[in-house]
């Protein structure tokens, strides 16, 4: 299981900020603050299950969702559920993966009929795509990740503390 290292991350206010890689495999990886390197899944928090990810179109989102949940032992298709607002993946120890996208959702109304509060709160993982209609009803201790894109084209991402 992945090991969340908030040390090696830079730390800038209330953020804590590391790079993303790609290597010669398409590979994302984490290059921290001292310049070693470690797998996305590092990122993942002991005890939170919900996060929600922030970026702007073509950032990244969908990669990176993709990249976790394979490392947390998925063998399913993973794709971002645009149409189908949530997807489910199975992963070890008979656990599951919520995957949302909420860009097509109107208001918190849609969220509500489609019971992500019963996601939410499943004690499952669910990574959230653009999760600011579905802000009132995400958990208090919802991890929210920032990626931004770098002038160079390299990612660096944020994790709010």
Known sequence: ???????????????????????????????????????????????KRVYAFHACMGAGKTTSITQLCKEL???????????????VYDI?????VYHFDCYRLKDIREAIDFGAEEYLYSGQYCFIEWPD??????????????????????????IEE
């Open 1 to 47: 299981m992945a090991k969340y290292r908030p040390e090696n991350g830079v730390k800038i206010n209330s953020m804590r900020y590391y790079t993303i890689e790609k290597d010669e495999k398409d590979t994302l990886n984490l290059r921290y603050s001292d310049g070693s390197m470690g797998k996305l899944s590092d990122i993942l928090i002991p005890g």
């Open 73 to 87: 032992g998925t063998e399913d298709v993973v794709n971002s559920p645009t149409f189908a607002i949530v997807n």
């Open 92 to 96: 070890a120890n008979h656990q599951q």
């Open 133 to 158: 209609i579905m802000e009132p009803l995400l958990p208090e201790d919802t991890v929210h990740i920032y990626i931004e894109v770098q002038e160079d084209g390299s990612r660096r991402l944020g």
